[in-house]
């Protein structure tokens, strides 16, 4: 009864009036008939987790181009959208939600993506007071922004899941996260026409609940990096007795104060 309630927690709090992926069902319809289907989808996905397959439609997205600004011929000036099949999503969220607690205890405060307790806004304001600060005393400092292109697309797997060990996570628990993965896929639709399946080998799903959560994970180890290289000086902060800070991250936005 317990792992049921979390998951129907889970299900709640899940956005609604969301295109649904390739299956056509959405969030809507597992709440209204979570009474009936509860029991069946706890099953199905236990038999997932114990197995390690997902069921086909889980694995596979559905990709849409949706249009922003500028050039229409330009693909640039398009966003990709890919929908995942709800049922997924849920077992996905559910294991994010168990990741989440972890998070603070292994990720460094330059990264703030993700972290419960953590804001976006510590990041800028450590930023503009940083500059305020050298401008009133006139000393030198360089702010660096680094842009990562495609960076969820370019994750390399086999690394997160190296990185998720080295941090402490457990092999069952690697083991769940690296179900979600197998046999990923996506199918593109142009014109309501949906393409034929190609592989995903690398990157972590968009739409995912776990893909911000792991994506920070794997930037860690930049991170560490950058703090323990003695050629980075950073930023002495007044009055923090010797402290200096040398960056700050969100996601893939990492912003250096040299």
């Known amino acids: 009864m317990q792992t049921r309630n979390r998951f129907y927690s889970a299900l709640r709090r899940m956005g609604k009036g969301k295109v ?93 993506c993700g972290v419960e307790g953590r804001s976006i806004r510590w990041n800028l304001q450590l930023i503009r007071d940083s500059i305020a600060w050298v401008e009133d005393r006139g000393l030198p400092l360089m702010v660096a922004a680094l842009d990562q292109a495609k960076a969820f697309d370019r994750v390399n797997r086999s690394f997160l899941f190296r990185v998720l060990g080295r941090l402490g996570f457990g092999e069952k628990f690697i083991g769940w996260i690296r179900t979600l993965y197998v046999g990923a896929g996506c199918r593109v639709s142009v014109n309501s026409h949906l393409g034929d399946v190609f592989d995903l080998s690398s990157g972590v799903r968009q739409g995912c609940p776990l893909s911000a959560l792991l994506f920070v994970l794997y930037m860690e180890p930049l991170g560490a990096a950058i703090r323990a290289d003695t050629g980075v000086e950073g930023l002495l902060i007044p009055g923090s007795s010797g402290l200096r800070v040398k960056m700050t991250q969100y996601a893939d936005d990492t912003s250096l104060l040299l």
């Open 20 to 112: 649904p992926g390739m299956d056509g069902l959405p969030a809507e319809f597992y709440l209204m008939f979570w009474g009936i289907l509860g029991p069946v989808v706890l099953e199905v996905l236990k038999a997932i987790l114990e197995t390690g397959v997902p069921g086909g439609s889980m694995a596979v997205g559905v990709l849409s181009l949706l249009y922003k600004k500028g050039e229409v011929t330009d693909l640039g000036n398009w966003r990709p959208l890919t929908m995942l099949c709800v049922d997924y999503k849920l077992l996905a969220k559910v294991l994010a939600d168990r990741l989440r607690t972890a998070l603070p205890y292994v990720v460094h405060e330059d990264q703030t």
